[in-house]
């Protein structure tokens, strides 16, 4: 984070030299996730450097970082996925929707990264993970088949379905919580730095959650109803 978004525009500036509105225009272009930790890692150096007696203040104290929120994307549900054909990438295509793993990493992934029934992310096509949350350990569910350099190829069989790669992390998510995994372990599992990216997912609502929960209602009031009849029956018998 410091490589990419820190040292070139600051990183010549002495601690003390820095002022808020740099530290402002640094942040002001990044994706509200990207600005969010870049935010977190200066507040830490300046943290430190105050207990050191380096400085006396933090420019960065009082930045704001950009206001976050996820678009909720069109995905498929893992049961919709296994019912279609995505031609010779239905494997891969499989391989994401039960993974959640992004493409970099997908396609970085060698043999020796599927060991013991568990995938080892730790390298993306880019060099590092997107974060040091991307290091993590998925475990190993369908078979894995060696992905195409591009995302081209993939992006042109998913088109049609009306999907693109990166829903399929929300099918992986949805899945998650579908089958009850807390939200914490499925922010580890996605390897989401924050973990308002993972409860925003989570609290995504398919329309037939709503039937469902209709449904369950109204089967529970129906029970309550038929309890209370033979309660009543039992009285009035008495």
């Known amino acids: 984070m410091y490589r990419c978004h820190i040292e070139k525009p600051i990183g010549d500036f002495r601690l003390a030299e820095i ?12 994706p509200p996730q990207t600005a969010q930790t870049t935010l977190a890692v200066l507040k830490t150096i300046y943290r430190e450097a105050i207990a ?9 104290h009082g930045v704001k970082g950009h206001r976050f929120s ?18 010779k990438y239905t494997t891969q295509i ?23 029934g568990r995938i080892h992310v730790n390298k993306s096509v880019h060099g590092q993970t997107k974060s040091k949350a991307g290091v993590r350990v998925v475990p190993l569910v369908s078979p894995f088949k060696k992905f ?13 379905h009306g999907i693109t790669i990166h829903s399929l992390r929300h099918t992986y998510a949805y899945l998650l919580k579908s089958k009850g995994v807390h ?56």
Do not use: N
């Not at 195409?148 to 088109?159: A, D, G, Q, S, W």
């Not at 997912?201 to 038929?226: H, M, N």
């Open 19 to 30: 002022k808020r509105t740099q530290i402002q225009q640094l942040i002001q272009p990044l």
């Open 52 to 60: 050191q007696e380096i400085v006396e203040h933090s420019p960065a």
């Open 70 to 87: 996820v678009t909720p994307r069109k995905f498929l549900t893992w049961e919709e996925i296994d019912k279609r054909s995505f031609g």
């Open 94 to 116: 499989r391989f994401l929707a039960l993974h959640g793993l992004r493409w970099s990493e997908a396609v970085a992934l060698t043999e020796d990264d599927i060991r013991d």
């Open 148 to 160: 195409p350099t591009t995302r081209r190829p993939l992006r042109l069989v998913l088109e049609p």
């Open 183 to 238: 939200v914490t372990t499925a922010q580890r599992l996605l390897g989401h730095s924050d973990p308002k990216v993972t409860l925003a997912i989570y609290t995504q609502v398919l329309d037939t959650e709503i039937d469902d929960t209709g449904a369950l209602l109204k089967s529970f009031i129906g029970d309550e109803k038929t309890e209370t009849g033979h309660k009543q029956a039992y009285r009035d018998a008495s």
